[in-house]
């Protein structure tokens, strides 16, 4: 095995000194990053609860939850496995979790030690007095019981408890990290969506017990006065849980574990807050919107990651079983996506501390993977060990990769079976039941108000059904409804733009890799009005190499809000692209409005989509639109926008041939164009980065019929925002 990150620094230290080069010297060079792991090991304890199995409102990836979080303790901040205690389904009744809490968290935890608590399961709120407003959060354990009228005691782990238990311990290192939603809204799921609340009206009382042990831990001295909690959604709001192919989870809980993967020592926590939280709400919409809750309402969060030490570099996941005569390993591949997961098979992934040693993906179930140590020809290394890190090197991705479109359940049986039938007359578009994984949603649009044609002048007209295209979460998709009467067959000719425009979003998805890329090059979003001011900053986590996780430049992400970027309609932007690395770069920009609309994104006059055949060359940078320009306005409809920015070593000679077709027929040279063909001008993006991958893939070793893109020769990144 490779040296350890800790032992070369270490090595580096005593031989710098050697040579009279002190540590004040070269410690700034990464000092945060270094001292996290040069000082003393603290201890590490972690307490993580998931329920599935309630009496009368069953879950399905709590359990999941629990497993993500473990394995990324263990993998990526060093925890010892036997400082992770799990309490799942019957295991974690309300007794068992506060008396885990104090026994295994409270009473060991000394000062500066690192105390992570997890729950994923039911939320709801139970009645403090007679008064109908004094009502408090709770997280329902497993022996959730019934009240009755004659007793209306419940099992329930009120929130004030879990806070004092919180601020009872001797570490501010400590946080709390809550998969669940409080409120009930009458149904069980939300589109593609289950909801993580108790289904029952909020009849319950917090059991004699349960007040009093909480009565004592509000009686101990030393309190601290604050606690540092990550919760799923506000208060009113929703927490929701989805099927992947081969298992369930947390929209929370897997967005904020992926995002973990990848962070480093110097990375600011509100803005990878941020883009997990924007990773829900993506899915969700408004519905389900994280939130970093500080219960004194004073001071900030305790929540760094120099405080967890991490143990290993930004990845993908991790190993975590070698078979006999290493020619298989089992992976854990919690820092993928799940779009990317989707469609990782035959990937290749690179094993950082053992230089030359490459797994190829044969088989996946859920977030585990087999894969099988390729040929090691030039170059040797030393045995593969469970826990080593892996990072993506091959992105392989289908080139049929489709759209599926879930058919919602209020449709009627013959709407059903005419809708199946019209999807199937669209390439590469399929339609599955209500409950299936899909990318949108089919069905009639509510009526808000009665038809305005009427029958007579004291007769409404019946209401006739209209159909739409709505995201997972039921939200309307803008600009995809018809009109009253239309037939099912009908509404999705209609839609079909849209469908190939959503189509597009998704593959050019499929290429964001600021978590696995290692092409030196870094995007800023700045708005020039109302005030100029940068506000958001990306760039590949991995691109300097192993040891350089000190931020490109100074010019970092000035917003400290912890939520998704939000931007007024109207406001005028613009991007600047920085290339640092040692060789030309060339780009290209897409924006992708809440309507799913495609628009490519270039500079003023004829030169617009220069950056496909023109290089920024090394060291220099340039802005999108060109400097001096008043930028891009921000336009509506009104929700989330995403803008992709792609560079490569190589042109995009398919891609620009693509636009340029377009704009034979739209003849403009406006700065932003909305596609009139945008899955082709995707699938052209893509066969692009396979071009300019061939050769890192011959060297590989593989040969795929698919795409296989080189993370060394490309990076997209992607910002997310809310237009407001």
């Known amino acids: 095995?490779?040296?350890?990150?800790?032992?070369?620094?270490?090595?580096?230290?005593?031989?710098?000194?050697?040579?009279?080069?002190?540590?004040?010297?070269?410690?700034?060079?990464?000092?945060?990053?270094?001292?996290?792991?040069?000082?003393?090991?603290?201890?590490?304890?972690?307490?993580?609860?998931?329920?599935?199995?309630?009496?009368?409102?069953?879950?399905?990836?709590?359990?999941?939850?629990?497993?993500?979080?473990?394995?990324?303790?263990?993998?990526?901040?060093?925890?010892?496995?036997?400082?992770?205690?799990?309490?799942?389904?019957?295991?974690?009744?309300?007794?068992?979790?506060?008396?885990?809490?104090?026994?295994?968290?409270?009473?060991?935890?000394?000062?500066?030690?690192?105390?992570?608590?997890?729950?994923?399961?039911?939320?709801?709120?139970?009645?403090?007095?007679?008064?109908?407003?004094?009502?408090?959060?709770?997280?329902?354990?497993?022996?959730?019981?019934?009240?009755?009228?004659?007793?209306?005691?419940?099992?329930?782990?009120?929130?004030?408890?879990?806070?004092?238990?919180?601020?009872?311990?001797?570490?501010?290192?400590?946080?709390?990290?809550?998969?669940?939603?409080?409120?009930?809204?009458?149904?069980?799921?939300?589109?593609?969506?289950?909801?993580?609340?108790?289904?029952?009206?909020?009849?319950?009382?917090?059991?004699?017990?349960?007040?009093?042990?909480?009565?004592?831990?509000?009686?101990?001295?030393?309190?601290?006065?604050?606690?540092?909690?990550?919760?799923?959604?506000?208060?009113?709001?929703?927490?929701?849980?989805?099927?992947?192919?081969?298992?369930?989870?947390?929209?929370?809980?897997?967005?904020?574990?992926?995002?973990?993967?990848?962070?480093?020592?110097?990375?600011?926590?509100?803005?990878?807050f941020s883009r997990a939280a924007g990773n829900v709400e993506q899915m969700t919409g408004l519905s389900q919107q994280p939130q970093i809750l500080n219960h004194d309402f004073t001071t900030a969060p305790a929540v760094n990651f120099s405080n967890l030490i991490l143990n290993s570099p930004a990845s993908d996941g991790a190993v975590t079983a070698v078979e006999e005569g290493i020619k298989t390993v089992q992976l854990w591949l919690g820092g993928l996506s799940p779009g990317v997961l989707e469609c990782s098979g035959g990937s290749v992934f690179a094993v950082d501390s053992s230089e030359g040693a490459r797994l190829l993906l044969r088989g996946r179930t859920g977030l585990s993977a087999k894969a099988q140590v390729l040929d090691k020809t030039d170059r040797t290394f030393g045995e593969l060990t469970v826990g080593e890190v892996v990072r993506e090197e091959i992105r392989v991705l289908p080139r049929n990769i489709g759209l599926t479109v879930a058919l919602d359940s209020g449709l009627e049986r013959i709407e059903r079976v005419d809708a199946t039938s019209a999807f199937a007359t669209v390439p590469q578009v399929s339609a599955v039941g209500s409950e299936q994984l899909a990318d949108c949603r089919f069905g009639r649009v509510p009526e808000t108000t009665l038809a305005t044609e009427t029958v007579s002048a004291h007769e409404p007209a019946l209401i006739q059904s209209r159909y739409g295209l709505f995201s997972l979460a039921q939200m309307l998709i803008p600009d995809t409804d018809g009109v009253g009467g239309e037939a099912v067959k009908v509404a999705v000719q209609r839609l079909t733009p849209q469908l190939k425009a959503l189509q597009a979003g998704k593959l050019l998805r499929l290429t964001v890799n600021e978590g696995s890329s290692r092409l030196k090059v870094r995007a800023v979003l700045a708005t020039l009005a109302p005030q100029a001011r940068a506000v958001a900053q990306r760039e590949p986590l991995r691109a300097g190499g192993d040891y350089r996780l000190e931020p490109l430049s100074g010019e970092s992400e000035k917003s400290a809000s912890a939520h998704i970027l939000s931007l007024p309609e109207g406001s005028r932007v613009c991007y600047r692209l920085y290339n640092d690395s040692d060789r030309p770069v060339y780009f290209a920009v897409f924006g992708s409005d809440s309507a799913g609309r495609l628009s490519v994104l270039g500079a003023e006059g004829k030169e617009a989509l220069g950056g496909m055949s023109r290089a920024i060359a090394p060291g220099e940078n340039l802005t999108v639109p060109a400097a001096g320009a008043i930028g891009w306005a921000v336009s509506g409809p009104i929700g989330l926008a995403e803008t992709f920015l792609i560079f490569s070593e190589s042109p995009f000679a398919q891609t620009l041939a693509a636009i340029e077709a377009e704009m034979q027929q739209t003849r403009d040279a406006l700065p932003i164009r909305v596609l009139l063909n945008p899955l082709n001008v995707a699938r052209a993006v893509l066969e692009d980065l396979h071009a300019a991958s061939i050769s890192g893939v011959q060297k590989v070793g593989i040969s795929t019929d698919d795409l296989a893109l080189d993370v060394n020769v490309w990076a997209t990144l992607s910002f997310v925002y809310r237009v407001v």
Request: charged fraction near 20%; glycine fraction near 6%; proline fraction near 6%.
């Open 1 to 272: 095995m490779g040296l350890k990150r800790r032992e070369f620094l270490q090595q580096a230290g005593r031989v710098l000194a050697a040579i009279g080069i002190s540590e004040a010297l070269w410690l700034p060079l990464g000092d945060r990053y270094l001292q996290a792991l040069a000082q003393p090991t603290a201890r590490k304890l972690a307490l993580l609860v998931g329920v599935d199995k309630y009496p009368d409102s069953p879950l399905h990836g709590c359990i999941t939850d629990v497993e993500m979080q473990r394995e990324l303790l263990i993998y990526r901040f060093g925890f010892v496995p036997s400082d992770i205690l799990t309490l799942t389904d019957a295991q974690a009744t309300r007794e068992n979790i506060e008396t885990a809490f104090v026994t295994h968290l409270g009473e060991q935890a000394k000062p500066g030690d690192v105390v992570v608590f997890h729950f994923s399961g039911c939320g709801s709120r139970v009645s403090l007095g007679e008064s109908p407003g004094k009502m408090q959060n709770s997280l329902v354990p497993a022996d959730d019981v019934l009240p009755l009228l004659a007793n209306r005691a419940v099992n329930d782990i009120l929130e004030e408890t879990l806070l004092l238990l919180m601020r009872s311990l001797a570490t501010e290192n400590a946080i709390a990290i809550l998969d669940t939603s409080y409120n009930y809204p009458g149904f069980p799921k939300n589109g593609n969506f289950r909801i993580r609340s108790r289904p029952r009206p909020t009849i319950g009382q917090p059991s004699l017990a349960e007040l009093t042990f909480a009565e004592d831990l509000r009686s101990r001295p030393n309190l601290r006065p604050a606690a540092a909690v990550l919760a799923a959604g506000a208060n009113s709001a929703l927490a929701a849980e989805q099927e992947w192919n081969g298992f369930t989870a947390g929209l929370f809980t897997y967005a904020l574990t992926q995002t973990m993967w990848w962070v480093t020592p110097a990375s600011s926590f509100s803005v990878s």
